[in-house]
């Protein structure tokens, strides 16, 4: 961290307090409250952490005012549509774009880890065939360091290497097996003769009863929506995944923690809730009513796929997946999907509506990423699963970056206590 003389001071009850100022490569300089309960004997206060960093970091890095992100310092749209995601993942590992024969190894590594322990395939059974995925690959991944015991020592750096390419290999072969289970087809092995994204589609559709070729169209879609989902700073579930870490959790949990937190709807869970939302208005001329609801204050209901903590303008990743969403359905014939249409006729009335306006509310990478995956023959229920899978290699780099501060601590935040103040027990006859 770069050294700085500013500082900020604070007066409380006449003192006055110096706090150190930290001013980043880029966004907003902090303000060091390290010291400040020893000085002052006070916290500060942030539900929700709306401004409050976590952590240093080098990843990534968004400007929600202008609607930029940067990954490793190259924008989200120039690596979506010059890179792919095994490349963008691993220059979200090691900082840098990898050379042809780094990024080969890479590739060759992660592709001849791809298959789980065979053993694990009876997790899966011990769940329902209705258990939602997210469920399943909870379960599964928390379970991996039951087997992986030789990468579990977050101490180890080889391990936690292993660790970090077990995960990014095996998560779309347990995410694709807890989508064939759901539907009570066999699971499909991985193939080291396909490319990380269309040996998903191939776990996730193919069929022992006849040959599967995977569509290079729908592969280039799916590979670009993993390079959309990679990371995304300190997100609710990257931060779950660094806390869970910060007390010495295995990778495994950790992961695990992260894809519980992303399962929320207003997580990584808005990607199913806004189709439902899409397909429950239905039609063009239902949009009104729902407007209408999400400014009601009264009303639980938000637009899905719409608002983020951060951006305060378009979401860069919205932008680049509303051009993905034309392409893939027009290539796929279905350029008149109803739902495409409401979701654009919705996006645009919203984004003339001074409600929306005023809050600076737009679509977020959920908003079109559903109508895609469910043009490629996703049900609703995967759309969480594959953004978890992205969203490894985001968690591990993170997970990776914190292990390796040498400042790290165990993440123990405080409160504002308003119950009740010291009282004696009251024995129940007493009562
Ligand atoms: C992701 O953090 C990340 O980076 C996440 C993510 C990633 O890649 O990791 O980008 C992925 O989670 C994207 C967000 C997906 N979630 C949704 O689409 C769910 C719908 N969106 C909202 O629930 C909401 O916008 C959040 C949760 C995304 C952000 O909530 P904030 O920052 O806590 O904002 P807020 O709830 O305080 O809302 C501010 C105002 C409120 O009105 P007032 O109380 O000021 O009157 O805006 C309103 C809200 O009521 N508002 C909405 C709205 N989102 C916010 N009103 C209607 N519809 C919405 N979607």
């Known amino acids: 961290m770069a050294e ?6 604070l007066t ?57 992100l940067l990954h490793r310092g190259y924008p989200i749209d ?25 990024l080969e190894k890479f590739e060759s590594l992660v592709t001849n880890h791809t298959m789980i322990h065979e053993q694990m395939h009876y997790f899966f059974r011990g769940f329902r065939r209705d258990a ?95 390079t959309l989902h990679a990371d995304h700073e300190q997100n609710a579930s990257t931060s779950t995944v660094r806390l869970a870490s910060s007390s010495g959790a295995n990778p495994f949990a950790c992961i695990a923690a992260g894809i519980a937190c992303l399962w929320g709807p207003a997580h990584g869970g808005a990607n199913q809730a806004c189709l439902e939302m899409l397909r429950e208005i239905g039609t063009v001329d239902r949009i009104p009513e729902y407007i209408a ?22 979401d860069p990743r919205a932008k680049v997946m509303k051009e993905s969403a034309d392409e893939v359905l027009a290539l796929l014939g279905i350029e008149n999907n109803p739902t495409l249409q409401v979701a654009k006729e919705l996006e645009r009335i919203a984004l003339e509506d001074p409600y929306f306006a005023e809050k600076k509310l737009y679509p977020n990478v959920d908003f079109y990423s559903g109508i895609i995956l469910d043009a490629m023959g996703f049900p609703t229920s995967m759309f969480t699963p594959i953004f978890a899978l992205a969203r490894t290699v985001g968690w591990i780099s993170q997970w990776k970056e914190q292990l390796a501060d040498p400042q790290l601590k165990i993440g123990r935040p405080r409160q504002l206590y308003l119950g009740d103040t010291a009282r004696d027990y009251v024995n129940i006859e007493d009562r």
């Open 4 to 9: 700085n003389t500013k500082t900020a001071k």
């Open 12 to 68: 409380i009850d006449g003192k006055e307090y110096e706090l150190p100022i930290h001013s980043p490569s880029a966004g907003p300089d902090v303000i060091d409250i390290r010291k400040l309960y020893a000085q002052a004997g006070v916290f500060t206060y942030d539900p929700g952490f709306t401004s409050t960093a976590s952590c240093d970091s080098t990843i990534t890095f968004i400007d929600g005012d202008k609607g930029e």
């Open 78 to 102: 120039q690596l979506a549509s010059k890179s792919h995601f095994l490349e963008v993942a691993f220059t979200l590992l090691y900082g840098y774009l990898p050379s042809a024969d780094e």
């Open 132 to 226: 939602h995925p997210m469920a399943t690959m909870v379960g599964v991944v928390g379970a991996m360091s039951a087997f992986y015991h030789d990468s579990t020592d977050i101490n180890d750096q080889h391990q936690r290497e292993v660790a970090s390419i077990r995960l990014i290999a095996k998560m779309p072969t347990i995410a694709a097996m807890a989508y064939k289970y759901s539907i009570g087809q066999p699971f499909v092995y991985p193939r080291n003769d396909l490319d990380y994204a269309s040996n998903f589609l191939h776990m996730c559709f193919a069929v022992p009863a006849e040959e599967y070729q995977v569509n290079p169209i729908l592969a280039r879609a799916m590979d670009r929506i993993f």
């Open 293 to 314: 609801r999400a400014k009601d204050k009264s009303d639980p209901f938000r637009l899905m796929g719409f608002g983020h903590r951060v951006y305060k303008n378009f």
